[in-house]
């Protein structure tokens, strides 16, 4: 029964895959992200944006930090603070 149940949310998965497929017939324009300079009223806002790409295990972390510099403005003190610290990847 368990091996049973497995397969219907696997189908129910499958279904609602394609039923978005389905429904989308336009392609989104791509998201360019806010540059954070360091004012902390736009912290909450720049992470919105940036957790997703912090969190996404698919994206190398030498491509996240990156990501990370080029998303600070540049002469800013978070610009400086991320510069700062050597790029790395694990």
């Not at 998965?13 to 392609?27: M, P, Q, S």
């Not at 791509?30 to 919105?48: M, S």
């Not at 997703?52 to 990370?68: G, M, N, T, V």
Request: charged share 35%; with cysteine; glycine share 2%.
């Amino acid at each position: 029964m368990q091996r049973h149940l497995d397969t219907t949310i696997k189908m129910e998965d499958c279904d609602n895959f394609l039923l978005n497929i389905a429904k989308r017939k336009f392609k989104l324009p791509t998201i360019e992200l806010k540059k954070f300079g360091g004012d902390i009223k736009d912290w909450l806002t720049f992470w919105e944006q940036f957790k997703k790409i912090d969190r996404d295990s698919d994206i190398d972390e030498a491509d996240k930090f990156q990501y990370l510099l080029q998303a600070t403005s540049p002469n800013t003190r978070a610009w400086e603070v991320v510069e700062s610290f050597p790029p790395r990847s694990e």
